[in-house]
């Protein structure tokens, strides 16, 4: 038997977070940009503060897809704050059901294969 810990035993986490590419979203009339995401929550960093927004408070956040380009909007609730980066971290809600499939979706096109810089 070895003593080895398990890797993220001490992540309170109930699914891994990806990456959001900084991809370009709104929260309520508040551009954002993701930071990262899972099945059951997303990190936003908001341009204008986090100064309005508290722990607790349901909000909507709105992703323009450049596929359809139409906008999907998906009800979040504040569980997290981190205020002087701007950084919010909030579960989607019931209502959110299929956030997670559009953001898989819309980020691996928005991920061209034209990465050249």
Sequence with gaps: MTDETIPFAADRRQAARLSGDAYPLRVGRHPARLVD????????????????????????????????????????????????????????????????????RLLAVSAAPDQTA
Aim: overall charge negative; charged content about 20%; glycine content about 10%.
């Design 37 to 104: 995401w899972s099945t059951k929550g997303i990190g936003l960093q908001l341009q204008s503060g986090a100064e309005e927004v508290a722990p607790g408070q349901a909000l909507t956040v709105s992703i323009h897809s450049e596929v359809t380009n139409g906008v999907a909007l998906f009800p979040i609730i504040v569980r997290r704050m981190d205020v002087e980066r701007a950084i919010i971290g909030a579960d989607f809600l019931d209502d959110a059901e299929g956030a997670a499939d559009f953001l898989a």
